[in-house]
């Protein structure tokens, strides 16, 4: 027969789970993934870290090469060219928190690429046939504007649809 756990901080000693400093925290969630200054600063204020220690610790974790915005900003560029626009990228890493200069070095291989080609492959992906009637029209142009793309470049992609007439589809 299998023990029963007891909880932690139910041992009948009334004992508080140990402070864990900050330093290891942001570690521990290093090792998960990548994240920005800014969301680790954040989680560590939300466990009641003093902004003091914050820093030191931030300060020595990017130090030490195991925080970095550059990367993180690249790695966010990496994982969604293709899926969402450009104007998707910028302001998920403003969201992030990632300053301008390491936010335009992640998107400079992003300045070469053609807008709509990539929203033309990504609506082929997703729907891969030319909409039957209006509705789905729209449909499919709302979902490259949440991906970032701007209304033109979706007009111009649902427009440009084999068999798709254009025609009865306006920019207002």
Sequence with gaps: MRQRRVPRGDDGAGAARPAVAPKALAVRWL???EYSRAELAQRLRQRGVA???IERALDELAAAGYLSDARYAHAVVAQRAGHYGKRAIVHALKERGIGAGDAATALAPLADSDEFADAQALWQRR?????ADDREKARHVRFLQARGYGLSVALRVVRAAPGASGDDIDAD
Excluded: D, T
């Design 31 to 33: 090792a998960r993934r």
């Design 51 to 53: 902004v003091e220690e």
């Design 127 to 131: 729907f891969g046939k030319a909409p």
